[in-house]
């Protein structure tokens, strides 16, 4: 039982967040654009008194209610999971914070997922002004739910100032509202709305693909034209709301961006920057991808052609996440909890009396002699948020080669506020006896042999 | 745009002339997507061969060099060195002072050199000749003097500098 | 820009050239998928042209092959993504060119009139795996030096001629500067002075006979079959191909750059799990199952036997013409993907499955 440090091997439990958030990112943003997609495609489709629309849109609102339904769904709440066991201290000052929050986007879920499984049984049932009004409310419905969260999402980027006067004193949750319209409050929406708006024509070009093109070709060009229109707002103001947004980030969380972009380093250095390039990429690929594949020749758009740009919208979103995330370093609630849960005003309090006094979670192990058992409850308190033993930012790869004495100048950086780890990676904090035991830890995981680890640590797989 | 989807097009639209224009835009944005793309792959590659002139703009700014062991050098004789990115001529007079120029030939760049025995600074390539103390053009083609350092001599070593 | 354009054409005929490429058409079935890899193939050999002359700028063959390559990692701006790129697309291009060939064969390509091209086309990619294996002793670290030290107990397990042939391969009965001297004289001057006509052969012979199609769409009548112009249906979705091989490319060698290990030294013992690259690892494998002399002539009568027939498949495969599949040739096509593929997850099984 490794709770609340969650022991997720090789990959990490980051990751483990990260890969059902991209999952989520994927079909939530869908959930909102599509649900103006369908309103609007219905809107234009009975102004021109078009059946044969009618008919596919019903497909896709099908197929809609499902994604977002059962998958969408059911990923969010994967991420509640994910994150209470991979980051309990971060969730809880959330929930702490933002339960009423919370308690609105959850009436706002209801809302949504009811007049999304309306909307589609009733197709074809009731008057179509009855039914669009459904469809309207449906949209406005998913659009306030990302209103809501995003309010939550951003805080841990920027509490803002007022919140971070006031944090730890009890009276944090007064500031609900500064922090919920936090500095990169409004550019994060528009840009998440942007997202939006250009996933639902992605997911609508894998719906019209299926269309047989030798048979209903004029449909096939109108509907795969009309739904590469959606790319067209993100297409001019990306751009602008990327830098509006970068802007309200932090000066220190920027510097991130400048590390080295063009040195092999590796791992948090420069990965971020070449990350955040991919974002831009893959978003200059998609457009250039659909111009070519669907607007210039709608009729001949396959499935295949379709999947290709739903991964390339994939890479995107999850490339733009990472960057979002990573931003963040080295804190999960920005000025205010490093990644590994310790808070910063906490830092000289448990230099003095000692990290493990404080972390009554932090169980030791009692298979280990004493001393080895304290470093690796150092280890896992402290460094394995981030941090794998043998894969995904492995200990193992970043120490190794070196002896005990080196691997001890690394932790007296860490714990001296030493550049230029400390712009990502949190102090490490603890008496000397805490640091001496997490370096014997160290050692003797990286090198077993030569550096006489016990028996029980070098059995272990 | 294709022939076959030319005709749904005009049906479509209704009037030609809009498609022109939107096939105008459309065709712009493509390619003010393209040219971000050579950028993106114009830009790594254009510092990638930039690099050491870079790295010799950045030598360029040197204005100071330490030559330790250099204040043994013996009299009447002399040492080439690097002064960032150019070669550099340091002189030890038969009098016990010192001078140091930059030995690039102010007529076409040829490297000079020290002539102990004509107590002078010649260049091979067209004859130039300068005065070994001042670095003034005293001979052939150079037109004007070479450039010329400071020198400061320590205990530990000499110590050029640009004036 | 009309007029610009009206100046280009009355002097290079460009218009004959767009009529040309109009005319020339695509068949569309529900196999036209597999048309764009070779194209792919072409993409990553003009990246491995372009980024091979950047790194032929600052690396220096010789004694100091590993501090010029160390330098180019390390200390020129991008240098690494260059170095990077180029590893990377060394890779993705073999993969592109097996996925190539496997869907040529299996879509019966290779029945006449296109014979040559399949030959070309074997040989374009025996040229490719050379091109990998003298570029990857290139760097001069560790894991290059006894790669190629393994990778060429190869040929000299060739009867009588074999030794000979890896000494002359390596200028020596070990390798060393002499190596890299002629590897990377192999790999920037005659290798691509062979690969390029041949290229140019191969790219002919598409244009000459056109696309083939499959058997299957051979069996319907001609009015039901469906095509599309060549300019500019199908190079726009060419062109959408690359950006995305492109896009793969970038992603692979900025998110996981090409590492440089330790100097090689011949003193030191080879570091564990030191195997060539993953398309010699069937290969490779199979050498190391069949030990003793019986056993290599096992091994080399199988993979000539099957080099031969690979490359005689357009002989004793004629009849699957109109749409009458020739299911040997299927059959014998996916017992090869089976083997090869089988070979060499069991190669990686004996690297790093063992002691782990």
Redesign the interface.
Known sequence: MNYPFWDVPHIGSGWVIGIIAIFHVMISHFAVGGGFYLVLAERKALRENRQDWLEILRGHSKFFLILTGVFGAASGVGIWFAIGLAHPEATSTLIHNFVFGWAIEWVFFIVELTTAAVYYYTYGRVSNELHLKVGWLYAAASLLTLVIINGILTFMLTPGQAWLNHALSGREADFFWQAFFNPTYWPSLVLRTLVCVSLAGIWALVTCSRLDG?TH??LK??LVRWSSKWLIPS?FLMPFVMVWYLLSVPETQRELLKLGI???G?GAFT?VT??G??I???S??I???V???A??????F?F?HAV?VLL?GL?ATGAGEYTRETLRKPYVVGQHMYSNGVRVKWVEKYNKEGYLKHSPWVRQDPSLPPAMAVGEAMFRGQCMSCHTRDAYRSMERLLAGRNRESIGNVLKILHENGEPYRRYMPPLVGTAEEIKALGDYLAAMVAPKTNAAPAALAARP | MSSTTKASNVSAEGTGGEAVDRRVFVGAAMGAVGVCYLAAIGYPVYRYLASPVERAEAQAAVTEVTLPEAHKLPRKSALMFKFGPFTALLIHHEDGTWSAFNAKCTHLGCTVKYEPHNNRIFCECHGGIYDARSGANTGGPPPRPLQVYQVKVSETGVVVSKS | MASLYGWLDERLGLEELLEFARHKTVPVHKHTFWYYWGGISLFFFIVQLFTGVLLLVYYRPGPEAYDSVRQITYDINFGWLIRSTHSWAANLMLVAIFVHMFSVFFMKAYRKPREFGWWSGLVLLLMTMLFGFSGYLLPMDELAYFATKIGLEMPEKIPWIGPKIASLLRGGLEVNEFTVQRFFALHVVILPLAFLPLLGFHLWLVQKHGNAVPPSEEAKPVEQRRTMPFFPNFLAKDLAMWLIALNVLAVLAALFPWQLGEQADPTKAPPPGIHPEWYFMSMFYVLELFQGTWGLAVSMGIFTLGLVLWTLIPFYDPDSRNGKRARQATWFGLVVVLILTATTILGYWGVYGKGH
């Open positions: 030798e070709g004029n060009t109108e297409f063009s040195t092999i590796s990965q070449r990350v390039l991919v831009i990429m893959a200059a690929t457009v250039l991808v111009y070519f594949l607007w210039r020749s709608p009729k001949d396959t295949s290709s390339l890479v």
